[in-house]
């Protein structure tokens, strides 16, 4: 029963906690009028013995939010019950055979439990001060306070102190043997369970898609993951019948040295090169460095090897099997079991966290339902019941892994693979059926990997990935396990081949330089994109031209006229689908098509923009084809191609340095893993695969995209407008583009000018999206080049690494202000002129919208406490972060707004400004919710839609500012129907 019983008590502990974490999510989105919120965490945290902050921050609640809250921690407290019980249960046994620290564990338990039966009394008495409130903060300290006497009593007591660490020795020994496998199971655990906002939220969401009506994916993870799991138990076994041999009989390897081993790789990538050549494919763009290195280093080894023996055996170049001596290891039976053991655990390790992440997944939208009846109303038929039984699917195979393989394993233990005790000779072809499990769907993600990561979806396609190379180098590792190392290892002291370090190795070494360029440059097609852009006076001018609908007469008679100037914050494609539709409720308004002058994105947000210009056109339609198409890009299929391509195409590509061709929608050709998201948005939605346009402008006005150049920081901006009327020409030319000239764009780089030479700049607006978009690990960074100067036509000279625009400013508002920094004089002498506040020549006012699709922006800021002497220099990092943020570019931006030299320019502005509430700056953002949060990625479920719509539709009904960010989207559509009268959509 104790080979089963600590691991589900650990699993179920680990899951409860996980299961509390996410509810606890859930408690902090419940926010006060005036933007406070708090945490169960926080109460039960160590702090104030007394009555805490939280209870004065709740008791500002509306009476319909503190029901809300009161479920959410009612729920929290009873899975709290079930954690108490279970980690004091593993202290206690951990403590076995010393009564004090039993009773202390005992007593931590118990003073856990008191607590939630305290917070459960607290929270349904409202008040500031709740009378079990000083109670329970007094029980929460005192609880932590027993678990580090708990801590204490261990190391004080020497049995105790001994056994630990003895089992945590034998806990590592274990691991570096099996180190394949955990690698495998911590990268999955890693993706799937870790508890922290944004990127890790994407693997979940993208789990919730199962539940609405698309159960193809389930199905495929139900499959895929005890596939790998099984693979991985025989790659246990069979590591372990070496283990058994090392540690119970004293086995040294007698199997000499073998070739094969060492010519195998070479042989397939001299294969892959002519197979390459002889199709045509352009093998010259492979980085010869890498495939040099992995080429070379196994015959060099090899030849190494030769040599030395040459000299150890004269006259004999070639004689392998001349046995050496090799000192056997100490025999350590338990050693030996530990290994044994600790495989079959790995293996198994593998479906409880895929159990584990069923939980981490559907908790949320379970809690979700309890305090937002109608939420299932917004979902498919069945919705619920699907979220119910795949909880519950999550809870019984994270609880009952562990058993079910005990029960098996004593009633069908054969069907676990060979009993190490037997020897070599058992299942003599089980490594070759682990073998092709793990090389064959590896082959079909090279060469197939957007049809076949279509049906897999992104947990399996992660799953089979990560398993699929454990599988094949565990293979290839049991392969050897039997043989001598190599004579050059031998003579370094090596019992065996250092396989994969060696593969580590050379990886590194290959990508010293960076890689080669050919891997990672952006996708080209047609002719490349003029310097035919306008700058920003000519294009205030067409915008007077074209946005005459917005037009409002002011109280004193004159005309007013306001121009938007939009920056879209990156964050994936959750800012892309709050993009779009923004700028969809926008172009409800005659006005609101016309209204906006420029945009900058970021990101997911430069993906939104470009959405937006392609179909929401200025000259007709009110965007119902773009909310199609956001909603399209933001289905699974991009992601989980571009997943399949980081863990096999690219890594491929990395590592040997051949640039192997694979199948993207009918393309056959190389495509890394940002091409083939590309593709898949391409495909969803088809007119991002027309040439990036300089003159094409739809709702957002013209578009300004911005990346990130590596190294320089430098922002590199993919524009429709030139960004400095000097053209960014230098008097002595660069050796490479720079962001620093005088007379080109404040700290940043004009992708699109000549005088920047850059080569590769015939890209279609998915490409454009996502040069803007690199976020490593899912995308990579792009590799642009620039030419010679003085040379005509592109001859490289050099290139970038771009990556997201968000590493150098990540709400866009950066871009803004330098391009407004300019504009402002022209604005200003426009209201100025002899015809203005005619309906000819309106007065313009300026206002900076500001899309935000992160959470919090309705969260009042905190008063910083003093901190510890020694803390201040930490503390004052954060001083440099905050004069970047998004709050002191409006900031900026709101004070230099007043492009008014008369009085009569500002009375008609008040038309504008009144309605929001005197300022120039509008922040359109999500409000918290007891909600899950969209996550931080390239997929959205409906359910994360749905949230978006519901916060879309409650900042358009908001009438009053955001804790000091302003007015919203609801005032900014008062403004722009002011034009002719109408009532906002």
Not at 806 to 811: D, K, L
Not at 880 to 907: F, H, I, M, Y
Not at 963 to 973: R, V
Request: with cysteine; charged share 15%.
């Amino acid at each position: 029963m104790t080979r089963w019983l600590t691991a589900t008590l650990t699993v179920c502990a680990v899951t409860l906690w996980i299961a509390m974490a996410e509810i606890d999510r859930l408690v902090a989105g419940i926010v006060t009028p005036d933007g406070g919120n708090s945490s169960v965490t926080i109460l039960s945290g160590f702090g104030a013995f007394g009555v805490r902050e939280t209870w004065s921050v709740w008791a500002r609640l509306e009476d319909t939010a503190h029901g809300q809250l009161a479920a959410l921690v009612t729920l929290h407290v009873s899975l709290d019950f079930g954690f108490a019980l279970l980690y004091g249960t593993l202290l206690f046994r951990l403590a076995r055979g010393r009564i004090l620290p039993k009773t202390i564990a005992v007593t931590a338990a118990a003073l856990d439990v008191a607590e939630g039966v305290l917070l459960l009394f607290a929270i349904r008495e409202p008040g500031p001060t709740p009378p079990a409130a000083g109670v329970l903060g007094f029980a929460s300290n005192v609880k932590w306070l027993f678990l580090a006497l708990f801590i204490i009593s261990v190391l004080a007591t020497p049995l105790l102190r001994k056994r630990i660490w003895g089992r945590l020795l034998r806990l590592a020994r274990t691991m570096q043997f099996h180190r394949l496998t955990v690698t495998a199971v911590a990268l999955v655990a890693v993706l799937a369970l870790l508890p922290v906002p944004g990127v890790n939220d994407q693997m979940p969401d993208s789990q919730r898609l199962w539940a609405e009506g698309n159960p193809g994916p389930f199905i495929a993870s139900s499959l895929v993951v005890p596939l790998i799991a099984a693979g991985l138990q025989y790659i246990g076994r069979l590591r372990s019948v070496l283990a058994w041999k090392l540690w119970a009989e004293s086995y040294t390897q007698e199997l000499p040295p073998s070739w094969r081993l060492w010519l195998t790789g070479p042989a397939i990538l001299l294969a892959a090169l002519a197979v390459m050549a002889l199709a045509g494919f352009p093998v010259e763009r492979s980085n010869w460095l890498q495939y040099g290195i992995f080429l070379g280093v196994p015959l060099l080894l090899l030849l190494v090897s030769i040599v030395l023996k040459f000299f150890s055996v004269l006259g004999s170049p070639f004689g392998f099997r001349a046995k050496w001596d090799m000192r056997a290891h100490p025999r350590d039976r338990r050693r030996a079991i530990d290994a044994w053991c600790g495989g079959d655990n790995l293996a198994v390790l593998l479906i409880a966290v895929a159990g584990m992440s069923l939980v981490r997944s559907f908790v949320g939208p379970a809690a979700m339902m309890l305090v937002d009846r109608v939420l299932a109303e917004s979902m498919p038929p069945g919705w619920p019941l699907w979220v119910g039984g795949l909880l519950l699917f999550g809870v019984v195979l994270a609880g009952g892994a562990f058993y079910l393989r005990s029960l098996l394993l004593r009633r069908i233990p054969r069907l676990f693979g060979p009993d190490p005790r037997r020897g070599f000779d058992q299942w003599p072809y089980l490594k070759h059926v682990v073998l092709a499990l793990g090389s064959m769907p590896l082959l079909l993600l090279l060469l197939l990997p957007s049809f076949f990561t279509a049906f897999l979806g992104v947990s399996a396609t992660a799953v089979l990935g990560i398993g699929c190379w454990a599988l094949l180098f565990g293979a290839v590792v049991v392969w050897a396990q039997q043989r001598q190392p190599l004579e050059v290892f031998h003579r370094m002291g090596f019992r065996a081949n250092p396989i994969l370090s060696l593969m580590a190795a050379a990886l590194a070494l290959g990508q010293l330089n960076g890689g080669g360029d050919a891997m990672h440059l952006p996708r080209t097609g047609g002719q490349p994109t003029t310097a035919e852009r306008r700058t920003a006076d000519v294009e205030f001018k067409d915008w007077l031209a074209t946005s005459a609908a917005c037009n409002t007469t002011a109280g004193n008679g004159k005309t007013v006229r306001p121009m938007l100037l939009v920056a879209a914050e990156g964050g994936g494609i959750r800012a892309a689908s709050w993009t779009t539709r923004v700028f969809g409720a926008l172009a409800g308004t005659a006005c609101g098509k016309t209204a906006t002058l420029l945009s900058s994105g970021v990101s997911g947000g430069s993906l939104g923009l470009a959405l937006v210009t392609k179909y929401a056109p200025r000259d007709g339609g009110e965007g119902t084809d773009l909310a199609a198409a956001a909603d399209a890009v933001a289905a699974p299929e991009a992601l989980s191609a571009s997943v399949g391509g980081a863990l096999v195409s690219d890594l491929v590509a990395g590592g040997t340095g051949l640039l192997i061709p694979n199948r993207s929608r009918g393309d056959f050709g190389w495509h890394d893993r940002a091409a083939l998201m590309e593709r898949e948005w391409e495909r969803q939605a088809p007119l991002l695969n027309a040439a990036f346009d300089p003159a094409a402008r739809g709702a957002a006005g013209a578009v300004m995209l911005n990346s990130t150049v590596t190294g320089s920081g430098c922002r590199l901006v993919l524009s429709q407008l030139k960004l400095s009327a000097a053209g960014g020409a230098q008097a002595t030319p660069a050796p490479a583009p720079e962001c620093l000239s005088e007379d080109g764009p404040p700290v940043s780089i004009d992708f699109f000018d000549p005088a920047n030479r850059f080569c590769d700049t015939a890209l279609r607006w998915s490409t454009a999206a996502m040069i803007s978009a690199r976020f490593p690990i899912i995308s990579p960074a792009g590799r642009v080049r620039y030419g010679a100067d003085g040379k005509d036509g592109c001859t490289p000279a050099g290139s970038f690494q771009a990556i997201d625009g968000g590493y150098a400013e990540g709400s866009g508002l950066g871009t803004v202000s330098d391009v407004w920094g300019a504009l402002r004089e022209v604005v200003k002498e426009h209201n100025s002129g002899p015809e203005a506040g005619t309906a000819g020549q309106p007065y313009v006012v300026p206002v900076f919208v500001y899309i935000r699709n992160s959470p919090g922006v309705d969260l009042a800021a905190k008063v910083p406490a003093p901190v510890a002497e020694l803390a201040v220099p930490l503390a004052g990092l954060k001083a440099k972060a905050n004069q970047v943020e998004a709050g002191a570019w409006l900031q900026r931006l709101g004070q230099s707004a007043d492009v008014c030299l008369d009085p009569e320019c500002d009375t008609a502005s008040k038309a504008v400004l009144d309605t929001l509430d005197s300022g120039h700056t509008v922040v359109v953002a999500p409000r918290s919710r007891p909600a899950v949060d969209p996550p931080l990625g390239w997929t959205l479920s409906m359910l994360s839609q749905n949230l978006l719509d519901k916060a879309l539709a409650d900042d358009l009904a908001r009438t009053g500012g955001t804790s000091g960010n302003g007015p919203g989207l609801g005032k900014l559509l008062a403004v722009l129907s002011l034009a002719q009268g109408e009532a906002p959509k």
